[in-house]
């Protein structure tokens, strides 16, 4: 007997009837065990919203005497200095952008022609094989990079890239004054290797979300591959590509650790040079929290804190929100 | 074969030539960059090894860094710390990870999971080093001390975003129709999800756990103000304690070779761990066939 599909949806809502009234008769006796299996995992759930709540708020509270001290001021104060209980991150901020810019004006050409040829271009054998070794390079802790940044690319720097730079580049006022190998520059690259396979990762699964069919009506038309990216592939995902970007620059903004070990962490005057050392919002507290335990000192070191957190949330949900305009409810590889 | 006489074929005048060359040029800067960023990962993959692999030997994991100058040497109290810490930060990071990846997977709709979801994403993308902060300020500084504790705790919040999306993302994956089975033969919901759906998804969520457990191994800025760093064996959690990363940490601005390519040492054996972690979650999870 053949069903139309009027009595399909007639034995559908029969057995829904049915399934309501077995589950009504019931209820009671079964659904305690749900409950408390529900709760005791919702329980969890508000440990971990309370952690994230307590983490907040630690950072707001405890930097409240340096904003009610300093207000805006602690933004644009040169220095950050301990012994006259004057604190002031303008260098700070002034490292952490400079090195961040840096690193997203290279990663983002680099990071997107390696998404369009993992895309478009490699032959599809090797291509989940090579997007996977890419996003391994997330997987290098930042120390192991910190300590190749330290030991090998800045005596590098030192001894003939910055030399190099400057004789065939010193017009421009970013290759000037004296090499030191540790500085901006170095900081700039490591954040470089840091946040290529980001840029890379959410690249290549935006683009994947483009329909092939677009594609290949463009390829029928005649078009080369070329224009095929240009008029359809990256229109297409340009808003997830955004999104990828600023996910890469909130990671920037916030990496401690390698960017620490390769910035000097000495203050300069804001020039224009990448030669010259400086710090960055992290790197000032992960080198001056032995010092600081109480008083604006501890309360200046916490504020800090709080102004990385809030670049980094602003940029993560900013760049979720773009993503998520994409059509996509994660994205791979931002785990790993 | 003249082409102009082709009826099918596009003549060959100037203007096809400049899109083939444009096209050209392109693939060429598209195989540039993707060389670029495999040769970055070969290159620090193989120097690392090259520099530490002659100096990983048995006693790298069993004995006391040397006295500054002297040869010799190892560390093992980093190892040892390592292996504490990760512990601790598992007591914390597991259940309170897992719990919230069943409930998000399991009851997880309306807006409260979805504020949830919302925290453990931005969760994922605060550095690491606030984590530091805030159990430097909440243990570190009322206590008076540095301690491994405190170090767990660090790495426990951490832990909990990687262990929450991956174990949510795997118990999506198991089928409708086996929890329908496991309703349709009188299970409630609590024992379907324990014992039915759990151990479907348990290889991708053990795969979960141990590749937040190699994360948190290589982390540094946190443990910089918390564990803060020893050089004896100490397996009291009050007290500081080593780590890999930290060990490695100290070991760069050595003045003495043989701490340096110790570091190199150590740093192979993180990488070794992470490395071998993504494989297993890769292939757990069927990656490399599921994913085009």
Known sequence: MKTTPLMQSNIAAQARRVSALTRRGTR??????????????????????????????????????????????????????????VFGVAPAIFGTLVTSC?????????????????????????????????????AIPSVVIGLWGFLVLASWLNSSGEPWLQSHLGFLPFFRGQPHGLGLLAAGIVLVIMILPLIISVSREVMLTVPQSQREALLALGATRWEVIRHVVLPASRVGIMGGIILALGRALGETMAVTMVIGNQATKPSASLFDTGYTLSSVIANQFGEATQGLFLSALLEAGLLVFLITLATNVLARWLVARMGRMSIGGLNT | MSAAAHPFLPPRSAHMLRRRASNLLILALAVAAALFAVAILIYLLL????????????????????????????????????????????????????????????????????????????????PTIIFGLFAWVLIVIPSHGFSGLSGGVALGIIMIPIVASTSEEVLRLVPKEIREASLALGATEARTILSVVLPAALN???????????????????????????????????????????????????????????????????????????????????????RR
Request: hydrophobic share 55%.
């Open chain 1, 102 to 138: 840096f690193a997203i004006i290279f990663a983002v050409p680099i990071g997107i022609g390696a998404a369009i040829f993992l895309v478009e271009f490699c032959p599809l054998a090797l291509r989940s094989m090579l997007a996977f070794v890419m996003e391994l390079l997330v």
């Open chain 2, 47 to 126: 120097y690392v090894i090259v520099r530490g692999l002659p100096f990983l030997n048995v006693s790298f994991f069993t004995e006391l860094p040397a006295a500054f100058g002297s040869s010799g040497g190892g560390m093992g109290e980093a190892v040892q710390g390592t292996l504490i810490l990760v512990g601790l930060a598992s007591i914390m990071g597991i259940p309170l990870g897992l719990c919230t990846g069943i409930y998000l997977s399991e009851f997880g709709r309306g807006s409260f999971a979805g504020a949830v979801r919302f925290t453990v994403m931005v969760l994922t993308g605060i």
């Open chain 2, 204 to 290: 991708g969520i053990i795969t979960g756990i141990v590749l937040a457990m190699a994360r948190i191994a290589g982390e540094t800025a946190p443990l910089l103000m918390t564990a803060f760093g020893s050089t004896f064996w100490n397996a009291d959690i009050t007290q500081p304690m080593d780590a890999l990363p930290l060990r490695i940490f100290v070991f760069t601005n050595s003045p003495y070779p043989i701490q340096i390519s110790q570091a190199y040492a150590g740093s192979l054996v993180l990488i070794a761990l992470i490395f071998i972690a993504s494989f297993a979650v890769r292939w757990a999870t069927g990656g490399f066939r599921r």
């Open chain 1, 28 to 85: 009671g006796k079964r659904r305690l065990g749900d409950i408390i299996f529900r709760n005791f995992t919702l329980l969890f759930v508000l440990i971990t919203l309370a952690l994230v709540v307590g983490v907040a708020w630690i950072l707001v509270s405890y930097s409240l005497p340096t904003i009610t001290a300093f207000g805006f001021s602690f933004l644009t104060n040169q220095a950050f200095d301990p012994v006259h209980n």
